[in-house]
């Protein structure tokens, strides 16, 4: 991409300053996926996550412990809590993070999704 400027302008400095023209002290790097994705920030992806899902209708329940996944037409279609509330949904997102497996199991799916540490081979 011959009309990018790969040069590293930093620290930022106000249009005043006798370095604002200095020449770029190092180089940009960067990491070109067009057909995948690259985050170096999860926790701030998963924010912007949660907020479209808001704008879109869905409500949180933080810390409240999921037992039961529900069924109907051999798919996932909600789940229970541990209160006895009884969520559905046209489609469940497992964003359980470390606990995902245990709601795969629950759910009784997890071979075609689970990723387990090891060799590349492994994933």
Known sequence: MPALDTGR????RPVDDDEFFADASARLGALH????GFIDDPQLAAHNLATAAQRHG???????????????GGRVRGVRLK??????????VNAAGPWSGQLNR??????????????????
């Open 9 to 12: 302008h930093f620290p930022p």
């Open 33 to 36: 996926t067009p057909d995948g």
């Open 106 to 123: 629950l759910a009784e799916v997890g071979g075609d999704f689970t990723a387990t540490s090891g060799s590349p081979s492994s994933v």
């Open 83 to 92: 209160d006895g509330t009884e969520l559905s949904a046209g489609v469940v």
């Open 58 to 72: 869905a409500a949180f329940r933080w810390k409240t412990p999921v037992t039961a996944v529900m069924r109907r």
